[in-house]
Each structure stands twice: as structure tokens, then as C-alpha cells.
Nanobody, 120 residues
Framework: QVQLAESGGGLVQAGGSLRLSCVAS????????VCWYRQAPWKQRELVAA???????DYADFVKGRFTISRDNAKNTVYLQMNSLQPEDTAVYYC??????????????WGQGTQVTVSS
């Protein structure tokens, strides 16, 4: 059984920074593609950043130059460094990872999300 657990969210002032973490636990063979999504009230869930097995990264236009996705495979952890936060960044941020378990099956897993609130 694989579980993802996000942490690092909270309340910050505009212009501040947060570092989100997502730890994967379970019998894991390989963590492949990792992503961060976010969803604000009354809005669709949107992709924020993606890391394709450490070979390439991609960012939504609204976070380019401000957010950075990274991973530590030894710790089964993915990070999202968020700088220059603005009120429009307020949302629940979700970790998503494509994971291959010990017996070979590969699927996407989701965390429960962590709330990020940016005040003006």
C-alpha cells in the first residue's frame, strides 16, 4: 500500500515563501513522474509543476520563475519551493506521483492536499 503525505502549507503574507513537501511511503520500487496540482474554491484543479523522472521539468505559466519542483529519491520525497507568493496562489496543493510498487504495477497516487493561504 502506497500513501502520499503533503506538508508545509500554511498562512503567509504576499511576497513570502513556502516549501511544500510530499513523502511517499509503502513498498515502492520506483517513483516516476511527480507533479504538484492545486485547486482553489470554485475552480478546476490545475497542474502547477511536473518532474518527469528527474529528466525534465514543466511549469504552469502562472508560476514560472517563482516555483521550483525537485525531488530526493533516496527519501522518496518531492518538494515545491514557492517564492513571491500572491493571493491568487491561495489553494489546496496536491501531490501526485506515478509509482511502481514492488510487484511491478504502476499507477498514480494522490495525497490529501495541504492548504496554502496568501494574505495581502
Amino acid at each position: 500500500q502506497v500513501q502520499l503525505a503533503e506538508s508545509g502549507g500554511g498562512l503567509v503574507q504576499a511576497g513570502g515563501s513556502l516549501r511544500l513537501s510530499c513523502v511517499a511511503s509503502g513498498i515502492i520500487r520506483t517513483i516516476n513522474v511527480v507533479c504538484w496540482y492545486r485547486q482553489a474554491p470554485w475552480k478546476q484543479r490545475e497542474l502547477v509543476a511536473a518532474d518527469t523522472s528527474g529528466r525534465d521539468t514543466d511549469y504552469a505559466d502562472f508560476v514560472k520563475g517563482r516555483f521550483t519542483i525537485s525531488r530526493d529519491n533516496a527519501k522518496n520525497t518531492v518538494y515545491l519551493q514557492m517564492n513571491s507568493l500572491q493571493p491568487e496562489d491561495t489553494a489546496v496543493y496536491y501531490c501526485n506521483a506515478q509509482i511502481t510498487v514492488n510487484y511491478g504495477m504502476t499507477r498514480d497516487y494522490w495525497g490529501q492536499g495541504t492548504q496554502v493561504t496568501v494574505s495581502s
